[in-house]
């Protein structure tokens, strides 16, 4: 990360001369921008809009983007509609900002600002190092914006206590190798997480997954709800866990077969792969992923599948 | 809609003072917001945020709403989590605007500006009538911004049109009866109209049901194609037609089964329900979400389930 201290701290004097931040991004970018929109929103005070990237490219009517700072994420750099919406915004004289691997990539040329992952190489498709390096990235943005970047350096720490898990993830994987469809659930800032690992699940497993906030789960989608269905409930320790739990209890009370991915003791479930219990809510998705990337990988391998050739999917997407 | 003329030119009036919008909604309301993502995006150059509840309810951290116009969307106008957005707007000094089916509601009461859907009781669990009265409302909006009331007359017509299509409907859900799992797609304007339809299709027939832009579709979720796979497309006549046209043939190529929705001749499938070939695209979410509900609806009596009683859900649902 010291390799963006000094970008984290530029992006964030960008911020500061805004109102309100547009994200674009598709896919795990996506997530990331999920991400964004608690952590910049929640400790920053910035309002993020997720933007629709067809008003820019297909209908070719932008929005004014007047009070915004406009960040494009993507590990490529390359698909065309995120890079209309920056170069958009440096036409109307918005402030821009590139959170990208390739730093070389269109993408970072239309930037003030780029943040390099930094992550080398991803050979997967399905992409997890760089998710977790967005995720960091937008940490730091957030914490150039307190003015402190010291706050992430227990963060590798907590990644590594999540990669111990592997055996755990294995063990769950192959108990729910017949597994055909899941809901995957969590709340506040892990929305983001719980939307990223039913990414992963259905790229690598072709399991149909559905993520949702808690909240939203119950303003429908509960209704697929049977006994023995497969749910996956992101649970950190912090301000959601309350409602988190009152729902995943209601999920347990409808005999839904629960895997908690979790912190702390959720104690109506032994099925819990667990990370680093002092690891802060805000900061929580990174581990909280690693442990679940780990579960998609296991459920592929349990599935007779190859993780790194998933169906149908290529490593960069171009869409318009 | 004459009922809400004057109020839709006062909340044109809130938003030419603003730079952008912050919607707040869950579940069906949520997908209207959507739908306002492009609409006031595309047509009157406003970016749309889809606020998070939770940085509002469950951290308390609410961001700064400087330069924005609140609006709440809600049948009911009950649920805490929404209505804690509108009350922090109103105490920074924000326009607040309510789309509701209850003008007596506290949402309303906390609102500069009510558009009241006008839609009678909605005895049905799975909201429908006030799902296609909010779009009206939202559209309604929108005109005010161009100045002109006009185009929404025949908006009734069409939706006429698409009751029509009924006996397809019906036709088509019984052939897709042992359906348990789906795809729904769309792009632009109609990104709100798969949303709105997988959720429909989950909650009457309990039916997974994934939506997604086919831009998004194509960074992942294409993965869990595979022969036989229902995919259901939106298409509508307008500016996305060519690529969504383009995800569906390789829909058709990973021999996915192909249902559309669609006011032209797709020539690759036989399998569409039609909804009027006149509308404008921006409109077309309207008729083209009430062929989906029938659609729905049919599947539902076709799996032997009753539509008025979804499991597990209750008419309002109170989250925080």
Known sequence: ?????????????????CQYAVVAARGTSDNAGRYAQYVWGARNGYPVSLTTPSVFSIYERPPRLDGAVVVGISQSGESPDIIAVLEE????GRPTIAITNSPGSPLAGTADVVLDLG???EGSVAATKTFTAQLACIALVSEALVGSIGGLKDLAHHVETSLETE?????LAARFSGMEHCAVLGRGYNHATAFELAL?????????????????FLHGPIA????????????????AVDEVEEVLDRVLALNASLVTI???QYETTDDTIG?????????????????????AYHLALAKGLDPESPRGLHKVTRTI
């Open 1 to 17: 990360m010291a390799l963006n201290a000094g970008p984290a701290r530029e992006a964030g004097r960008l911020f500061e001369d």
């Open 89 to 92: 915004a440096k036409s109307q």
């Open 119 to 121: 992550a080398g190489v």
């Open 167 to 171: 055996a755990e993830a294995e063990v």
């Open 200 to 216: 992963k699940i259905q790229e690598l497993t072709q399991v149909v997954a559905q993520p949702y906030s808690t909240a939203d």
């Open 224 to 239: 697929v709800l049977e006994g023995g269905y497969p749910v996956l409930g992101v649970v950190a320790r912090g301000d």
């Open 262 to 264: 979790s912190n702390l």
């Open 275 to 295: 990370f680093a219990p002092e690891v802060e809510e805000w900061l929580s998705p990174v581990p909280a992923v690693v442990c679940g990337q780990l579960f």
